[in-house]
T-cell receptor
Framework: GAVVSQHPSRVICKSGTSVKIECRSL??????MFWYRQFPKKSLMLMAT?????????EQGVEKDKFLINHASLTLSTLTVTSAHPEDSSFYIC????????????FGPGTRLTVL | AQSVTQPDIHITVSEGASLELRCNYS??????LFWYVQSPGQGLQLLLK??????LVQGIKGFEAEFKRSQSSFNLRKPSVHWSDAAEYFC????????????FGDGTTLTVKP
């Protein structure tokens, strides 16, 4: 099956710094990538939909200036948490969709962000 | 709006016993339905999916699920659970008309007793 990687797998940063998380589709081209946030013992919350070459579409309540998403190529999307604070600590998961229309999503392994 | 309910937050079964995890969805059109499994600190792995056709779907690791439109359900089953099946299980619903987005249930934690 299609493989999606995320880097880094874990990151610890100080409050006020910015953190970039990469999501790559390794063996396919992903026109659409999704970014999720998962709190402990909770479901996945969709943050934004990232389409290659265009601006990301953010879900209601997600601060787009706080969570910057760039989908510069068909295999790479990045999520930058700007001026991170302890409440941004979470597990961030990306997924990538093959082709157009509705197809299944392939999930990355997730990135654990801890803000001190 | 589409939504998913997983009524059981936590289920404990003995190794070798059968398993059924419940999932109910709400969506006005034909849904696309998924079951995912997540091990601690890991991403999600697709177990099986239903798009159309046969309502009994076979997946990986011996799992199956049955789509019942009349009950708006997509329950996951396994005849004999292994200790390695202990994990978090998520049901999700998606649709073509909603830009391919998926909505996830809150998950069911499966514990397997030896």
């Amino acid at each position: 099956g299609a493989v999606v990687s995320q880097h880094p797998s874990r990151v610890i940063c100080k409050s006020g710094t910015s953190v970039k998380i990469e999501c790559r589709s390794l063996d396919f081209q992903a026109t659409t990538m999704f970014w999720y946030r998962q709190f402990p013992k909770k479901s996945l919350m969709l943050m934004a939909t990232s389409n290659e070459g265009s601006k990301a579409t953010y879900e209601q309540g997600v601060e787009k200036d706080k969570f910057l998403i760039n989908h510069a190529s068909l295999t790479l999307s990045t999520l930058t948490v700007t001026s991170a604070h302890p409440e941004d600590s979470s597990f961030y998961i990306c997924s990538a969709r093959v082709g157009t229309g509705y197809n299944e999503q392939f999930f990355g392994p997730g990135t654990r962000l801890t803000v001190l | 709006a589409q939504s998913v309910t997983q009524p059981d937050i936590h289920i404990t079964v003995s190794e070798g016993a059968s398993l059924e995890l419940r999932c109910n969805y709400s969506y006005g059109a034909t849904p696309y339905l998924f079951w995912y499994v997540q091990s601690p600190g890991q991403g999600l792995q697709l177990l099986l999916k239903y798009f159309s056709g046969d309502t009994l779907v076979q997946g990986i690791k011996g799992f199956e699920a049955e789509f019942k439109r009349s009950q708006s359900s997509f329950n996951l089953r396994k005849p004999s659970v292994h200790w390695s099946d202990a994990a978090e299980y998520f049901c999700a619903v998606g649709s073509f008309s909603n830009a391919g987005k998926s909505t996830f249930g809150d998950g069911t934690t499966l514990t397997v007793k030896p």
